[in-house]
C-alpha cells in the first residue's frame, strides 16, 4: 500500500511545494484573515503554524512575513533543481 502524506513548508502559503517569491502574496493574504486561509486550504491550527510560523516564535504574523523576505533574500526557500545546459562543441566545416 503507498501512501502520500502532506508536508507542510514553512513559507509555503501556496501550496506548491515549493517555497519562493510566489509565496509572498498568498502570505499576505493568509495574514489578513488566518482562520479564513485555514478554513479555504483545510488546515488545522498546528499545520498553519508549521506553514506560517517561519521565525519560530509560535505565532503566525507579520513578523513572520519578514522572515520570509529575509529568508527568500538570503537565497533560501526551495526549489526544483535547475538542470546545467548541456555544452555541445561544434566544430567548422572546411
Known sequence: MLSVAAT???GDFNRDGHVDAADILPM???L???H???QTNGLTNSQLLAI????GDGV????????LLNLLQSGGGS???VPE???VSVAGRR
Open 28 to 30: 499576505m493574504a493568509a
Open 36 to 38: 479564513g486561509y485555514e
Open 85 to 87: 545546459p548541456n555544452v
Open 8 to 10: 507542510y513548508l514553512p
Open 60 to 67: 503566525v504574523n507579520n513578523a513572520d512575513l519578514q522572515a
Open 52 to 55: 506560517g510560523d517561519i521565525n
Open 32 to 34: 489578513v484573515n488566518l
Open 79 to 81: 526549489a526544483d533543481p
